[in-house]
């Protein structure tokens, strides 16, 4: 919880809707106050340290050995590294925004794009004993709710295991449209498979198109690098800015033409459906997450194999479109993101708990 993305966001959502507590590693409250939480009910487990691999280590076992058996009725485990939580913690649902996409989907793209190559040796022993407890944990998970079939299908393939899926939450009614600005709106971390340096590369060539990135990025050494290199490619008619409070990011998407995503296989895409719920339209890579919540040509357009050339297309000709009819995208875009809404999701979040605390009392007669 010290780098507040769309993960850590859904988990707070759920721990006020939930009344629920959170048990976490590093905190930093001046971050999550600005987001609107309280965070009296956010306890640390104890810090890590900022660099790869120590800083995930030391979250498993942290995670591993945290026991707050008889405190709470349930316990529901989100995110990768704390996985290792439900080996004490039971009844429990792990809610899987992804298995460790450094260890599975992603360790080819993080082997060859992240790792020093006098390191790669290292990563790979790494990576074979991760993948052996990672399977060895999930065992002790009761239930797997999943948040997009992108994300389902790879607990199958790497865990062999079933789960459903339940969308995170978009609080709808905070967003609002404006008439555009003009800019272009990019929300996402700066790390490689963000694939920020595909927009700084596009907007160089159309300069009279201007594009905002709101891009935090953790301490750590190699989100640093990737964070200096897209600065020293940055053009002039593109602004980078870190992490911003609610209140201006809330502003950036009433106020921008259009956001534009370019995640590889994005695990689900909460600034899409961000977007969509301030009436703006998006263009990305027709991968993962965002095949499952834009309608292609009517809340966005998406880009087979995208690189600059084709997104440079892209801001052309859906520009255009976005300009001769902005009203109508905006109503088709918001009726999209309602699918999307917070109370859709605690309702369903509710039903499984209660399903799920059901069969372990029926069970245990």
């Known amino acids: 919880m010290d780098n507040i993305g769309g993960a ?73 590294w704390a996985v290792s939580a439900a080996f004490n913690n039971k009844p429990n649902l792990w809610y899987v925004y992804s298995p460790k996409r450094e260890i599975w989907d992603l360790y080819d793209y993080v082997r060859i794009n992240t790792v020093p190559w006098h390191k790669r040796l290292i990563f790979d022993v790494w990576v074979f004993i991760r993948r052996i407890l990672d399977k060895r944990d999930v065992k002790n998970v009761q239930k797997i709710i999943c948040i997009s079939k992108n994300v389902q299908n790879r607990v199958k393939k790497y865990l062999n295991r079933d789960s459903k899926i339940i969308y995170p939450p978009t609080e709808n009614k905070d967003f609002y449209y404006n008439k555009s600005k003009g800019y272009w709106l990019s929300v996402n971390r700066l790390i490689e498979h963000k694939r920020v340096d595909i927009q700084l590369k596009a907007f160089a060539k159309i300069p009279d198109e201007k594009l905002i990135i709101i891009g935090s990025y953790e301490k750590s050494s190699h989100f640093q690098k990737y964070a200096e290199y897209c600065k020293k490619i940055k053009p002039q008619n593109v602004e980078i800015r870190s992490w911003v409070d609610k209140k201006e990011l809330t502003e950036l998407y009433a106020n921008c033409k259009g ?40 809340t966005g357009i998406l880009i087979d194999h995208i690189d600059e050339e084709k997104l440079i297309e892209a801001i052309k000709i859906f520009g ?46």
Do not use: H
């Not at 340290?49 to 349930?74: C, M, T």
């Not at 965002?290 to 040509?297: A, C, R």
């Not at 255009?320 to 917070?342: G, H, S, Y």
């Open 8 to 80: 850590e966001f859904v988990d707070l959502i759920l721990a006020k809707e939930l009344n629920a507590d959170i048990y976490t590693t590093n905190i930093d409250k001046e971050k999550i106050q600005k987001m609107g939480f309280s965070t009296d009910n956010i306890y640390s487990i104890g810090k890590i340290p900022i660099n790869a691999p120590f800083r995930q280590e030391f979250a498993y076992w942290r995670f591993r050995k945290l026991n707050l058996k008889n405190k709470y009725d349930f316990y529901i485990i989100a995110g990768d």
């Open 259 to 298: 956001v534009i995503a370019t995640s590889k296989d994005e695990d689900y895409g909460m600034n899409v459906v961000e977007a969509m719920a301030s009436g703006k339209p998006v263009i990305a890579s027709n991968e993962g997450g965002f095949k499952e919540t834009l309608i292609n040509e009517k």
């Open 320 to 365: 255009e479109k976005i300009e001769k009819n902005p009203l109508r995208l905006k109503n088709l875009c918001q009726k999209q993101a309602k699918n999307f809404d917070t109370k859709i999701f605690i309702k369903k979040f509710k039903e499984e708990i209660k399903n799920e605390k059901t069969g372990f009392s029926d069970s245990s007669r």
